[in-house]
């Protein structure tokens, strides 16, 4: 089953331009966390952001979470080219049998 | 983190054959790994969960005689997809959760075409 729901399901933007992608999921978690794919090839682990979190930073991507609404957001200032690729969020759960359970993804599109 | 090496990274076999699909951390002793299984422009789907030295947890609705998880020791855990059809056609790819910081490593993946 999948956890979380992003959205929008696709994102077409101009290069330079901030893109943000929203997550929403519905279970207790431990952690958040998005990666990117790009087409037919493995992951990319992008962020974590712990339950107790609220915000994090690296480099261009800035990422929030809300627990009391279970959403995220992914944001991606000054947007490349290079960064067209599948986004999505997975949700960690509590416990010693945690798994990571996917979203449904956004693709991305980034016009140069 | 870990090292994850899943191979083979493309495999094309005839309908009704199994194919074997093998995932190593190469530098973790894993007691679990994980198996998704990605449609094309669809997310991934966790399959199962293996577990080293004892039988796998299948998620619901994955037929556990098709596909065989084999979790023999630390750093193997190998998926064996058995009478392939051209619907098991997928991008498979398996994680290794242990140290680091983001807890989960993953392969590079597994492109199955069956024809």
């Known amino acids: 089953s999948q956890q979380g729901e992003e959205d929008p399901q696709a994102l077409s933007i101009q290069e330079g331009e901030n893109a943000t992608m929203n997550c929403s999921y519905k279970?207790?978690?431990?952690?958040l966390q998005w990666y990117r794919q790009n087409s037919g090839r493995g992951l990319v682990h992008l962020i974590l952001?712990?339950?107790?979190?609220r915000e994090k930073h690296s480099g261009r991507l800035r990422v929030t979470l809300d627990t009391s609404k279970k959403s995220s957001s992914l944001l991606i200032t000054a947007s490349r080219a290079a960064d067209t690729a599948s986004y999505f969020c997975?949700?960690?759960?509590?416990?010693?049998?945690?798994?990571?359970?996917f979203g449904k993804g956004i693709t991305l599109s980034v016009r140069p | 983190g870990a090292v994850v090496s899943q191979h083979p990274s493309w495999v094309i076999c005839k309908s009704g054959t199994s194919v074997k699909i093998e995932c190593r951390s190469l530098?973790?002793?894993?007691?679990?790994m994980f198996w998704y299984r990605q449609f094309p422009k669809q997310s991934l789907m966790l399959m199962a969960t293996s577990n080293e030295g004892s039988k796998a947890t299948y998620e619901q609705g994955v037929e556990k005689d098709k596909f065989l998880i084999n979790h023999a020791s630390l750093t193997l855990s190998t998926l064996t997809v058995t009478s392939a059809h051209p619907e098991d056609s997928s991008f498979y790819i398996c994680s290794v959760r242990g140290q680091g910081h983001y807890g989960y490593t993953f392969g590079s993946g597994t492109r199955l075409t069956v024809v």
């Open positions: 530098d973790f002793q894993a007691t679990t």
């Open positions: 952001i712990r339950s107790n979190e």
């Open positions: 279970t207790s978690i431990n952690n």
């Open positions: 997975a949700t960690d759960g509590t416990g010693a049998n945690s798994k990571l359970t």
